[in-house]
């Protein structure tokens, strides 16, 4: 079982970034996907989740109306576009995946905004 994140990087703030999870090893099309960050000194929080099917997602309320979570089913790929990002978006963003039963996690991609 991998989760792979990219798309991490330094950025300015107002800016963008789009992250990406390849998933393989497991069969994805069942699983609730989620990305998860954690900033230094914090806990790790959930910032996005998509249902199997993509049909449902969930936001925090920090990330809602910048942040857009996606899957691709058929390329066992899930996203994070990422816009408007300011400095409290700094963190290291793991992809998760879940269903009854069986949890996994990526190793993460760290995002810095900064000027």
């Known amino acids: 079982v991998q989760l792979v994140e990219s798309g991490g990087g330094l950025v300015q703030p107002g800016g963008s970034l789009r992250l990406s999870c390849a998933a393989s090893g497991f069969t994805f099309s069942s699983f609730v996907m989620s990305w998860y960050r954690q900033a230094p000194g914090k806990q790790r929080e959930l910032v996005a989740s998509?249902?199997?099917?993509?049909?449902?997602?969930n936001y925090a309320d920090s990330v809602k109306g910048r942040f857009t979570i996606s899957r691709d089913n058929a390329k066992n790929m899930v996203y994070l576009q990422m816009n408007n990002l300011n400095s409290e978006d700094t963190a290291v963003y793991y992809c998760h995946g879940w269903r009854l039963g069986a949890v996994y996690w990526g190793q993460g991609t760290q995002v810095t905004v900064s000027s």
């Open positions: 998509i249902i199997s099917t993509g049909g449902s997602t």
